[in-house]
């Protein structure tokens, strides 16, 4: 099998991650909740793997990361949490390049008076920073954007963003699903207020992983209340990060998972993964983008985007492209909407979806060629 579907989630891990796994549920047992030699255990690799995200995302310090079951999850407790459209007339913007991750919670505050902008893209994917700025307004209280499209591959350049949010005083919130662990990210130096984002992409991390790192000073309503472990008598659930956005017992098993996959990347080096998964999405692309039939998406102008490769063969559906890939070449890839529907509609794709292809590490340049192979093979057909 040929997995490149890393966009969804990243299938081959570092031997070091379930391994990881497999000690912590062996070992640990329920942080915060006692001072047994297992639940200390637990409290230790939480926290460590805290300092690791801190410092990995140069973030304030390890009790501004609050863990969550995924970048979904986090992102709601993001938006959720921070506009409040009871409170009076607010204003969020956000990009048609956006994830339903995203694109939903805003369209839930909408309904209840909240005003919103989506910043339209062009027919590459991209968005325009100067319409951007015009689209803020004095009652705009978050602008909120995917790093990379899930679709496309393109970057947003969220230093430039965020410095445009810090200018007008405006909470800046970060989708980094396909960016984190590969691409470098300054909670400091790209003026991001809230940084979210899943283990299980290119952290390498376990599914059901993920976090939300806020920068001190911000206050963001948890989405969810009850347990903490620490002031059981109070009525009111703990105020003080991470323990305001935690309630509930943590996946200690993954975050153990995902500890040991930072440390892994630390090892390797972001800047040696991204070049690595850079160098297979553009030997793909060279094969593939002069193909008679073949349509690709997206902007390939620039060097450095997400490992991604995006199109559609003519004469047919993108589900049908995908479901002959898997049963007589053995390709896992993604067809369909990809939770971007407004992306699509920019592309001019909502009807047909997209094939995806996105690259990992741990691909290798024979599987890239089969897969360039089969394009060109089911285009002749």
Same mark, same amino acid.
């Not at 209280?141 to 496309?152: D, E, F, G, P, R």
């Not at 690709?296 to 450095?304: A, Q």
């Not at 004469?315 to 589900?319: I, K, L, P, Q, V």
């Given at each position: 099998?040929?997995?490149?579907?890393?966009? &969804?989630?990243?299938?081959?891990?570092?031997? %070091?991650?379930?391994?990881?796994?497999?000690?912590?549920? /062996?070992?640990?047992? #329920?942080?915060? @909740?006692?001072s047994?030699?297992?639940?200390?255990?637990?409290s230790?690799?939480?926290f460590?793997? @805290?300092?690791?995200?801190?410092?990995?995302?140069?973030? +304030?310090?390890?009790?501004?990361?609050?863990?969550?079951?995924?970048?979904?999850?986090?992102?709601?407790?993001?938006?959720?949490?921070t506009?409040?459209?009871?409170? =009076?007339?607010?204003?969020?913007?956000?990009?048609?390049?956006?994830? #339903?991750?995203?694109?939903?919670?805003?369209y839930? !505050?909408?309904?209840?008076?909240?005003?919103?902008?989506?910043?339209?893209?062009?027919?590459?994917?991209?968005?325009s920073?100067?319409?951007?700025?015009?689209?803020? @307004?004095?009652e705009?209280?978050?602008?909120? %954007?995917?790093?990379?499209?899930?679709?496309?591959?393109?970057?947003?350049?969220?230093?430039?963003?965020?410095?445009?949010? /810090?200018?007008?005083?405006?909470?800046?919130? $970060?989708?980094?699903?396909?960016?984190?662990?590969?691409?470098?990210?300054?909670? *400091?130096?790209?003026?991001?207020?809230?940084?979210?984002?899943?283990?299980? *992409? =290119?952290?390498?991390?376990?599914?059901?992983? =993920?976090?939300?790192? $806020?920068?001190?000073?911000?206050?963001?309503?948890?989405?969810?209340?009850?347990?903490?472990?620490?002031?059981?008598?109070?009525?009111?659930?703990? /105020?003080d990060?991470?323990?305001? !956005?935690?309630?509930?017992?943590?996946?200690?098993?993954?975050?153990?998972?995902?500890?040991? &996959?930072?440390? +892994?990347?630390?090892?390797?080096?972001?800047?040696?993964?991204?070049?690595?998964e850079? /160098? !297979?999405? +553009?030997?793909?692309?060279?094969? $593939?983008?002069?193909?008679?039939?073949?349509?690709?998406?997206?902007?390939?102008?620039?060097?450095?985007?997400?490992?991604?490769?995006?199109l559609?063969?003519a004469?047919?559906?993108?589900?049908e492209?995908?479901?002959?890939?898997?049963?007589e070449?053995?390709?896992?890839?993604?067809?369909?909407?990809? %939770?971007?529907?407004?992306?699509?509609?920019?592309?001019?794709?909502? *009807?047909?979806?997209?094939?995806?292809?996105?690259?990992?590490?741990?691909?290798?340049?024979?599987?890239?060629?089969?897969?360039?192979?089969?394009?060109?093979?089911?285009?002749?057909?």
């Open positions: 099998m040929i997995y490149l579907d890393n966009a &969804a989630t990243s299938f081959h891990k570092p031997d %070091c991650v379930p391994r990881a796994v497999v000690e912590a549920m /062996q070992h640990a047992g #329920n942080s915060g @909740r006692g047994s030699g297992e639940a200390m255990a637990a230790r690799l939480i460590n793997t @805290r300092c690791q995200i801190a410092e990995m995302f140069d973030v +304030w310090g390890p009790e501004c990361v609050a863990f969550t079951s995924n970048d979904t999850e986090a992102l709601n407790i993001a938006l959720q949490g506009l409040h459209p009871e409170e =009076g007339i607010i204003h969020a913007i956000c990009t048609e390049m956006d994830h #339903n991750s995203v694109l939903r919670p805003l839930r !505050l909408e309904k209840k008076g909240m005003k919103l902008t989506i910043l339209p893209a062009d027919r590459k994917g991209r968005i920073l100067t319409e951007l700025e015009a689209a803020i @307004r004095p705009t209280k978050v602008i909120v %954007c995917t790093h990379a499209s899930n679709l496309t591959g393109n970057l947003n350049d969220i230093h430039a963003i965020g410095a445009i949010a /810090q200018k007008h005083q405006k909470l800046f919130i $970060v989708d980094a699903a396909q960016t984190a662990g590969v691409f470098p990210i300054s909670m *400091k130096k790209d003026h991001i207020d809230i940084l979210c984002f899943s283990g299980h *992409k =290119g952290l390498m991390g376990p599914q059901g992983t =993920g976090a939300i790192c $806020v920068r001190p000073g911000i206050s963001v309503e948890p989405l969810k209340v009850g347990g903490s472990g620490v002031l059981t008598f109070q009525r009111e659930h703990p /105020q990060m991470p323990e305001t !956005l935690e309630a509930g017992t943590l996946n200690s098993h993954g975050i153990a998972g995902l500890g040991a &996959a930072i440390s +892994w990347i630390t090892e390797i080096g972001t800047e040696q993964i991204r070049k690595r850079q /160098q !297979l999405m +553009w030997r793909f692309y060279d094969q $593939v983008k002069e193909i008679p039939g073949v349509t690709l998406y997206g902007d390939f102008s620039r060097e450095e985007r997400s490992p991604v490769v995006t559609n063969i004469g047919m559906d993108s589900a492209v995908a479901m002959v890939l898997d049963e070449y053995g390709i896992s890839v993604r067809a369909g909407g990809h %939770c971007a529907p407004l992306m699509h509609k920019a592309l001019g794709t909502e *009807k047909t979806g997209a094939v995806r292809f996105s690259f990992s590490y741990f691909n290798t340049e024979e599987e890239v060629d089969t897969a360039a192979g089969a394009v060109k093979e089911l285009a002749a057909e």
